[in-house]
């Protein structure tokens, strides 16, 4: 028992120091939302990982965040504007934002996908995560 308890307090203390190393105290929502997209942009996807609100999963990890953005190509962003507070999904706020993307992929188009769309953040333990969309819900 005393070993489990071990391990487990080891996990948490990995765990967090982690999110420390890439999570800087104190960024507003607006630079957190640069930082996790510069990251996606530059392809960084292990430590965009520790940005996304799924990084609270038990089962989570950065390398399985990394191989399931695998051919995700943000090419720019721009920042438009900080909607209403609480608006979002699981009580999120939005983040009005452009984004150019060659992603997904359709066939007979070619050339980049310019959308603008609204990005959404949760702020959990005093810091920022972004919901990352699914199919039939946000992450």
Request: glycine residues 6%; contains cysteine.
């Given at each position: 028992m005393r070993v489990?308890?071990?391990?487990?307090?080891?996990?948490?203390?990995v765990f967090c120091c982690t999110h420390s190393i890439y999570r800087p105290k104190g960024e507003s929502l607006r630079e957190a939302w640069?930082?996790?997209?510069?990251?996606?942009?530059?392809?960084?996807?292990?430590?965009?990982?520790?940005?996304?609100n799924l990084s609270f999963l038990p089962?989570?990890?950065?390398?399985?965040?990394?191989?399931g953005m695998e051919g995700t190509v943000v090419k720019d962003f721009t920042f438009i504007g900080i909607g209403k507070a609480g608006s979002g999904p699981h009580g999120s706020t939005p983040i009005k934002m452009k984004l150019v993307t060659t992603w997904p992929p359709i066939i007979g188009i070619k050339g980049d996908r310019v959308m603008i769309i609204n990005d959404y953040w949760i702020k959990k333990k005093g810091r920022w995560y972004h919901l990352k969309p699914g199919f039939i819900k946000y992450w």
């Open positions: 489990r308890q071990i391990l487990f307090f080891c996990v948490i203390f640069y930082k996790y997209w510069s990251l996606r942009k530059a392809g960084e996807f292990k430590k965009a990982f520790y940005y996304e089962k989570a990890t950065p390398g399985k965040y990394a191989k």
